[in-house]
Every structure is written in C-alpha cells, then in structure tokens.
C-alpha cells in the first residue's frame, strides 16, 4: 500500500519523533495538535520537548518541505492517532482524546484511508474508536461492517519505547501490529516498514491494546517490588542498595533499582487499564500499583523525619521529572514528594537541569527553581534529597559533607 501523505494526531513525546521520524523518509507529513504554540514552534523548525536529536530531525525535516504542523487535519493516506490516554480519579480510563481526535480526522478520510491508533488504550478502545469515525461517515464501510472490504483500515500499534532514546527505538524496536482484520495489518505493517527496521509482529486488535498494557504492568510489578524491598530495608537498617547488589549475583535473580515511586505517562497509568477491566482477577497488578503509588508518602516521611532529627527546614530537592535526564514530569512522584514537602510547612529549593520552569501543578507555592552550583553554594546547611538520578547528579562526591539522602541511587552505596 503506497503513502503519499501521513497525518499524526498528537505531537508530544511520541506523535512529534514519529511525525519527524516519518518525515525523515522523505514522506510527507502533517503534524496536528490543538496547541498553538506547539504547531508555530515547529512550523519554524523548532521543537517543545527534550528528547535528543530530535531538534536536527525536525529542523531538517522542516527546511526540506517534508514536516509541516497543523491546527487542524487535513487529507491524508494514513492517520496516526497519539494522543494522551489518561485515567479518571477513580482509575477509569479517559478516552475523551481518542474521541476528539477521531472526530477530527473523520471529515477529512476518503475510501482506502489507513487509521492506526497508537495511544496506549484499554481493551476495546480501537473497535470504540471504530464505532467514533463510522457514526461521523456513515458515507464509508468500516471494518466492524464490511471486514476486509472496509473502506477504511484500522489497528492498533502502540509505541514501545523510552523518553531519552525515542529516535533509536522508533526504528529499532519490534512492532507490535494489531489490525481489526487481515488487511488492517498489512496496510499497518506496509507503513511502518517506511521506517522500521526490526520485526513487525502481527496479531488481532484486542491482543496488541493487552500486550502494551502486560509490558507495563509486568514492569510496575517488578518496580514495586523493589520499592517494597526498600521499605524492609529501612525498618532493618539495611542498605538496600547494597543488599540488591549482592542479590543480583545469582545467576537468575535480576531485582530492579528502588526509587520514590513510579511516574510516566505508561507504567504510572497502564496497569489501572487492565485493573479497570477485570478487578477481581487483576489483585497482584492493582497491590503493584497501589504499593508503588504509596511510595512518595514514605519518602516525604522520611524526608521530614531526618529533617526534624536534624533541626532543618531548608530542603534542596534534586529532579522532578519521572525518569533521569528528561523534562517530562507527568505522573512524576517525585513532584507529589515536593508537594507533601511544601504542605508540611518545609522551605524548598529545586535543582533540576532540564526545566526552565517550575510546573505550574506547584503552585501556589512556586518553589525557587536554582542551579545545583547554586544549591552547594548558598544551601549548605540544608537537608539535600536526591530523587532523581541525573547524569549531573551522579558524581560519588557531589553531596560529601552535607545532609543528603538518596532515594533513587544516584549516589555512591545508595545513601
């Protein structure tokens, strides 16, 4: 199946590498999102995220006439639907983008159009979105109607790879292809063969939704059980660092580094998808979830705790996005532990080098946003709590001789 034109819905952490990506192989490309400041940034070649090398890819794309960003959807041959897929406050999946988005691209499809949704989704949400496009053009045949003589082709395909290494993994890594019929996945893997170079594993619609959510909750599981582990050791007076470290010899025994949560627009939301859909089965996935989501109280208790011991109230907190060394701080626990901090009456003082500016989510607050030169210099009688393993943060020495704790690892023996 040939592609003239692709159209990506949603340019975040991952519509915009996919769109630049995409573009990259000398297809044409037209980037929507409902931001302004987002499509002006990038129609001047220009990105809004921190993702490496991405700049160059969406200047050259851009210059090159093959990347172009748009407010609203225009025709196109294929349409990559990325946009967020949160939960509700009772956990329940927020499908309302997914809807938007079909909405949006619905008046602009044509006979022969392929649809793939990569946000991460519950089970079912591809045939839901199906349903979406099918009551906005009731001119064309959809696969839920017609199979494989549908009009339009739809699949799920959902993206499989890490914030800091996007560009890489984009193309590296296997694909998981999930269409609502035969000819759905091979008009899926006909376009993600423009750029992928591993595997395109094919299967049907509901399996590729599971498989994503498994990846995640399987890794959830894992983390919350090093998060519970680090919990025992702190009653025991045990460096659970070093205890790991000497676990991890045996030969099949792999534990995970601890940390003050899990964050992520994935394994903070993924595993809830699935405890949604079947509670009474998914017990061990929703106690993960709830262990892991309890772990930012625990740090900030022990936070205050060594800051009472000591007589402080000057606290320097190093990183708040949810994983080192990039500037998403969505589902971040080490933002809840700020938070808890500056409701508990405490002083604050933020290092974190890759935000220029504090996220509003801290208001009223507004914790001063410092270099970490800064920090050592005008800070040094306050208690240092490192929750992020920046590169910057890593240097065994960087905090000898002040009151630190570590919660992420970052320095020598995890203390």
């Given at each position: 199946m040939a592609f003239d034109r692709v159209a990506v819905i949603g340019l975040g952490y991952i519509g915009l590498p996919t769109a630049a990506v995409l573009a990259s192989r000398k297809l044409e490309v037209i980037g929507v999102d409902v931001q302004p400041s987002v499509v002006d940034t990038?129609?001047?070649?220009?990105?809004?995220?921190?993702?490496?090398?991405?700049?160059?890819?969406?200047?050259?794309?851009?210059?090159?006439?093959?990347?172009?960003?748009?407010?609203?959807?225009?025709?196109a041959d294929a349409f990559l639907i990325a946009v967020p897929t949160p939960?509700?406050?009772?956990?329940?999946?927020?499908?309302?983008?997914?809807?938007?988005?079909?909405?949006?691209?619905?008046?602009?499809?044509?006979?022969?159009?392929?649809?793939?949704?990569?946000?991460?989704s519950p089970v079912g949400a591809t045939e839901q979105l199906a349903e979406w496009l099918a009551d906005e053009r009731p001119d064309l045949s959809?696969?839920?109607?017609?199979?494989?003589?549908?009009?339009?082709?739809?699949?799920?395909?959902?993206?499989?790879?890490l914030p800091g290494h996007v560009l890489r993994e984009l193309v590296q890594n296997d694909r998981v292809v999930g269409g609502m019929t035969p000819s759905c996945s091979a008009a899926a893997v006909d376009l993600y063969r423009?750029?992928?170079?591993?595997?395109?594993?094919?299967?049907?619609?509901?399996?590729?939704?599971?498989?994503?959510?498994?990846?995640?909750?399987?890794?959830?599981?894992?983390?919350?059980?090093?998060?519970?582990?680090?919990?025992i050791c702190d009653r025991h007076g045990i460096d659970v660092w070093n205890l790991i470290r000497l676990a991890n010899h045996h030969p099949?025994?792999?534990?995970?580094?601890?940390?003050?949560?899990?964050?992520?627009?994935?394994?903070?939301v993924d595993p809830?998808?699935?405890?949604?859909?079947?509670?009474?089965?998914?017990?061990?996935?929703?106690?993960?979830?709830?262990?892991?989501?309890?772990?930012?109280?625990?740090?900030?208790?022990?936070?205050?705790?060594?800051?009472?011991?000591?007589?402080?109230?000057?606290?320097?907190?190093?990183?708040?996005?949810?994983?080192?060394?990039?500037?998403?701080?969505?589902?971040?626990?080490?933002?809840?532990?700020?938070?808890?901090?500056?409701?508990?009456?405490?002083r604050l003082s933020i290092v974190e080098p890759n935000?220029?500016?504090?996220?509003?989510?801290?208001?009223?607050?507004?914790?001063?946003l410092i270099s970490l030169e800064e920090a050592l210099s005008r800070h040094s009688d306050a208690l240092f709590s490192v929750l992020v393993a920046h590169q910057q943060f890593q240097p065994p020495d960087i905090l000898e001789g002040r009151h630190a704790l570590d919660f992420c690892g970052a320095l020598a023996g995890g203390r």
């Open positions: 990038i129609n001047r070649g220009e990105i809004h995220i921190v993702e490496p090398d991405l700049d160059m890819v969406v200047k050259a794309a851009v210059n090159q006439g093959y990347l172009r960003a748009s407010l609203t959807p225009e025709p939960f509700q406050g009772d956990h329940q999946p927020d499908l309302s983008y997914i809807e938007a988005a079909g909405r949006a691209i619905a008046p602009v499809l044509k006979s022969g159009d392929l649809v793939i949704l990569e946000s991460t959809f696969p839920q109607q017609s199979g494989d003589a549908s009009d339009i082709r739809i699949a799920h395909c959902p993206e499989r790879v423009q750029f992928v170079d591993a595997d395109c594993l094919v299967t049907d619609v509901r399996t590729a939704e599971m498989c994503k959510l498994t990846e995640n909750s399987f890794r959830d599981v894992n983390i919350a059980f090093a998060n519970e582990l680090s919990l099949r025994v792999q534990i995970l580094q601890p940390g003050p949560g899990v964050g992520g627009h994935c394994i903070a809830w998808f699935i405890v949604s859909q079947t509670p009474e089965e998914a017990r061990l996935i929703r106690t993960a979830r709830e262990r892991n989501d309890g772990k930012p109280t625990f740090v900030a208790d022990r936070i205050e705790a060594q800051a009472n011991a000591l007589g402080i109230r000057d606290i320097v907190c190093m990183g708040i996005t949810f994983k080192p060394d990039i500037d998403d701080v969505r589902q971040s626990p080490s933002l809840i532990v700020v938070r808890q901090l500056l409701d508990r009456g405490f935000l220029q500016q504090i996220p509003e989510e801290l208001e009223p607050h507004r914790p001063q």
